[in-house]
C-alpha cells in the first residue's frame, strides 16, 4: 500500500496570507490526525477528522482550521499567518487506535 | 500541563550498549503506549507499543517496559546500532472526543549511537 502523502513539502509563506495543506491517508484509512511540530517542542496535536468530521481537536486558535473529503484526503487552513506558525506539519492515517502512520510533513516557512 | 513527559532531550551511546529511554506520564486514563522513531526531515515511524495490561513487550532489539503504579515507561535498544541515532517520541492514547481515542506524544528524546 502506498503510504500517506503530503503536499507540497516546503512553503514559504508572508506574515499575514494564508495557506493550505494537503494530506492523502493510506488506502482504506478513515482517519486522519493533524500535529505541529516545532523546535523542542514535540507534536502537537491539531485535530482529528473521521469520515469528514472532526472528532478531536488540540488547543490551537480558531485560525487552524481543517476538513476532510469524501475519499478521506484532508486538508488544513492557517489564516493570518504569524511568524510562530514556521513549523513541521504532520499529517497521520490510522485505521484503529493502536498505530497511526505518518507522512513525511510540510515544512512550512513564515516570513 | 505536559501529559506525556521525556526528560531527556538527549543522549549518548556507545555502540553495542544498551539505550535506555524514559518516559512519564500523568493522566490515569492512557491505557496505550507507543514509541516512534524519527529522522530529520522525515515523519516519525512507528515502533513497538505496549497495552496497559501488559509490563513488558518486546521486538528484536526493542523492548518497552510499563510499570503503571510509576505511571512510567522505558525503551530498551539493544545492542545500540548507528542507525538508531534518532529523534525518539513516546505517544500515550487515551479517550478524546466522540467516543475516539487520541494520541498524545513527549518532546522528544535524541538518541546518538557512538560508533
Known amino acids: 500500500k502506498a503510504g500517506v502523502t503530503q503536499t507540497p513539502r516546503y512553503l514559504i509563506k508572508t506574515r499575514g496570507q494564508q495557506v493550505t495543506l494537503s494530506c492523502s491517508p493510506i488506502?482504506?484509512?478513515?482517519?486522519v490526525s493533524w500535529y505541529q511540530q516545532t523546535p523542542g517542542q514535540g507534536l502537537q496535536f491539531l485535530f482529528e477528522?473521521?469520515?469528514?468530521?472532526?472528532?478531536n481537536k488540540g488547543n490551537f486558535p480558531g485560525r487552524f482550521s481543517g476538513r476532510q473529503f469524501s475519499n478521506s484526503r484532508s486538508e488544513m487552513n492557517v489564516s493570518t499567518l504569524e511568524l510562530g506558525d514556521s513549523a513541521l506539519y504532520l499529517c497521520?492515517?490510522?485505521?484503529?487506535?493502536?498505530?497511526?502512520?505518518f507522512g513525511p510533513g510540510t515544512r512550512l516557512t513564515v516570513t | 500541563d505536559q501529559q506525556v513527559k521525556q526528560n531527556s532531550p538527549s543522549l549518548s551511546v556507545q555502540e553495542g550498549r544498551i539505550s535506555i529511554l524514559n518516559c512519564d506520564y500523568t493522566?490515569?486514563?492512557?491505557?496505550?503506549f507507543l514509541w516512534y522513531k524519527k529522522y530529520p526531515a522525515e515523519g516519525p515511524t512507528f515502533l513497538i507499543s505496549i497495552s496497559s495490561i501488559k509490563d513488558k513487550n518486546e521486538d528484536g532489539r526493542f523492548t518497552v517496559f510499563l510499570n503503571k503504579s510509576a505511571k512510567h515507561l522505558s525503551l530498551h535498544i539493544v545492542p545500540s546500532q548507528p542507525g538508531d541515532s534518532a529523534v525518539y517520541f513516546c505517544a500515550a492514547s487515551g479517550p478524546g472526543g466522540a467516543g475516539s481515542y487520541q494520541l498524545t506524544f513527549g518532546k522528544g528524546t535524541k538518541l546518538s549511537v557512538i560508533p
Open positions: 497521520a492515517s490510522s485505521s484503529d487506535r493502536t498505530k497511526q502512520y
Open positions: 493522566n490515569s486514563m492512557f491505557d496505550y
Open positions: 488506502s482504506g484509512h478513515r482517519s
Open positions: 477528522y473521521f469520515s469528514e468530521t472532526q472528532r
